[in-house]
């Protein structure tokens, strides 16, 4: 099977962030369709100019008069062309069922990953929707998604849509010894070499650490975690998020972000904690600005 390399997303046995002994010359599997494997404050309501959320009993389908979808198939990638909003993933095109990585996005050949991932329906009869089921049980599974070259200074605001069902047990992002999280959402801006100097920004369900949290990473310079989530207040629930990434990257590194989003990636990590976590993803878009 052909490979791909993995330029920014480096990490090994951990979350996105911890990093393999070498560093560099890591490598995923692309994507195979008949695959089957196992800051800001953002508390409810808004939060300032960067990070807001919503609750929702089922998760809320973003505006579609105002997103442009992605203008390739399905295992294709999104590109940022005229409109509001660039659609990375709404899981609709994806077959009700599937198990294991999704369509269109990358797994890794490195690591225990189970990728023990389904594409589910919910919602009322009459609204049902397929969303991604994430589950970890002592392991950490994240896959990724390229999507060309999106310039947060056009399309600054990341929406997405989660459900945190179960935290990793005694999880802590500050920890290395505990950095575990359920829900977890990346965007990569590469520079080279980009298995040391890419920078990536981490939209993550702590267990602990408190919302609002800018959290560097205690395993890689390249990853900082931004806490939109903590605790179990409001496990099972649909809750939609934004954030203006172009404002958290100025705050995080103290200049404007020069390269363009080139991957996002998802995931579920309970390997340091040897514990079990469950989530769900539902829409991922990028918008020119809020909603």
């Not at 802590?172 to 040391?196: G, H, N």
């Amino acid at each position: 099977m052909a490979a791909v390399a993995l330029w920014a997303l480096a990490g090994a046995g951990g979350s996105l962030a911890e990093m393999s002994p070498a560093g560099t010359g890591l490598t995923l599997e692309s994507p195979d369709p008949g695959r089957s494997a196992g800051v800001a404050a953002a508390d409810a309501g808004r939060a300032g100019a960067t990070g807001w959320g919503r609750l929702e009993g089922q998760p809320p389908t973003l505006t579609r008069a105002s997103i442009v979808p992605a203008a390739t198939t399905l295992a294709g990638r999104p590109r940022p062309i005229a409109g509001e909003a660039v659609l990375v993933e709404d899981w609709s095109e994806q077959p009700l069922g599937r198990v294991g990585v999704p369509i269109g996005w990358e797994g890794r050949s490195w690591g225990r990953a189970s990728y023990d991932f389904k594409v589910v329906e919910t919602g009322d009869a009459g609204a049902r929707r397929k969303v991604l089921r994430l589950r970890s049980e002592d392991d950490n599974s994240t896959i990724h998604k390229r999507v060309g070259r999106i310039d947060v200074r056009e399309f600054p605001i990341l929406e997405w849509q989660w459900r945190a069902v179960t935290l990793p047990g005694g999880a802590d992002s500050r920890q290395a010894a505990t950095d575990d999280q359920a829900c977890q959402i990346y965007v990569v801006f590469p520079r080279f070499p980009t298995a040391v100097r890419s920078r990536i920004i981490g939209y993550v369900w702590d267990s602990t650490a408190p919302a609002g949290s800018i959290v560097r990473s205690p395993r890689t310079g390249m990853v900082t975690y931004v806490i939109v989530r903590s605790g179990s207040a409001q496990l099972g629930q649909w809750i939609t998020e934004h954030r203006n990434v172009r404002e958290d990257f100025r705050r995080i590194h103290g200049v404007e972000p020069s390269e363009a989003v080139e991957v996002v990636s998802i995931g579920i990590d309970s390997n340091d904690t040897r514990s079990r976590a469950e989530s769900y993803m539902g829409e991922i878009a990028f918008h020119r600005s809020s909603p």
